[in-house]
């Protein structure tokens, strides 16, 4: 009589049952941002690009001499700028993912889930470009340095490396977002753009969390020394690349002025480490709060 014993090697591994649950998900709920998103109806800028309490200029002097027009102008570069930084780091994860799945089974969950996210990240990323062209802001591209430092990112970084570099990107910008959605203050079509990202990167960080403990599993402690502080070095670089320093020219602002005053606002700061509490407890967790780690992390405001 044949056994019902299932082998322990062909059972899938927690990642793949993970993986697997991502995939009917999305095959239930995903978007179309061509059909889903107003890219018809003209801008009216009687709305915000973003919630005026993430402007980098929020609760400054400047921020209360300002118009209310010029507020608004502000957050759409702001907005606009937070898009572009998407962009470019969204091509990096789509080149990690790629090449941590390249000639593994086809026949696996992860790795079909891996070709599904690469799939909502080119959609996402069509997305934030026409998003930002809509609300009127020119290319914003992070300084050369961030983008040769992503470069070398993302042709060496492998593993827990990779995916909690990746977690750490979509969390800050998650929470933002989730914000900017729900504001009836902010553009319709953004916040369009926003319930989209947030619904369907959930998936992406799920996984992210998932294979991030995965791959530390077996990871001694140098290995996890030396990963804890490259993690940490791109997290600072994404995070401080989100709003272009040419915004402030942008929306007719005296951009001295302004980059030195959201330097100091510590309203912002605040609005960031506050945002990163749930994301810094999980590398708590992970043993990734390494001292090194620590001090990219403050500089960045995330904690």
């Known amino acids: 009589m044949a056994s019902s014993t ?13 993986a697997q649950r991502l995939l009917d998900s999305s095959a239930t709920l995903s978007y179309d941002p061509q059909v889903e998103v107003d890219w018809e109806t003209p801008l009216d800028k009687n709305y915000h690009g973003a919630s005026p309490e993430w402007s980098t200029l929020y609760s400054t002097a400047y921020w209360d001499e300002m118009t209310e027009a010029q507020r608004k102008e502000l957050t759409r570069q702001e907005a606009a700028s937070v898009a572009s930084t998407g962009i470019w780091f969204e091509m990096i994860l789509q080149q990690l993912v790629l090449r941590d799945i390249y000639a593994k089974d086809p026949t696996d969950a992860e790795f079909q889930w891996a070709l599904t996210e690469v799939a ?21 591209r992070p300084r050369r340095v961030a983008v ?22 979509e969390e800050v910008l998650d929470v933002m977002q ?14 369009t753009i926003n319930n ?19 791959r530390l599993e077996k990871a001694g ?27 402030y020219a942008n929306a007719g602002l ?21 945002s990163c509490s749930g994301l810094m407890s999980f590398l708590a967790s992970a043993r990734l709060l390494t001292r090194p780690a620590l001090a990219f992390y403050q500089r960045a405001h995330l904690i």
């Open 221 to 247: 402690w140098l290995r996890r020394q030396i990963h804890a502080f490259v993690i940490a070095v791109a997290s600072y670089v994404i995070v401080t690349s989100m709003v272009n320093k040419k915004v």
């Open 6 to 18: 299932v082998r322990p090697e062909d059972q899938p591994s927690r990642a793949s049952a993970v």
């Open 178 to 191: 989730r914000d900017w959605m729900r504001d009836e203050r902010v553009v319709p079509f953004v916040r």
């Open 148 to 169: 040769e430092l992503g470069r070398a990112f993302k042709t060496v970084a492998f593993g827990e490396a990779a995916y909690a570099a990746i977690l750490v990107a």
């Open 120 to 140: 909502d990240e080119c959609r996402h990323s069509i997305m934030f470009a026409r998003g930002a062209k809509k609300l009127g802001a020119p290319a914003y």
């Open 254 to 274: 005296d951009s001295a002025r302004a980059i030195a005053e959201a330097k100091a606002n510590q309203h912002h700061k605040s609005m960031m480490r506050s």
């Open 196 to 214: 989209i990202h947030v619904v369907e990167e959930s998936r992406h960080m799920k996984f992210a969390r998932e294979e991030t403990l995965q």
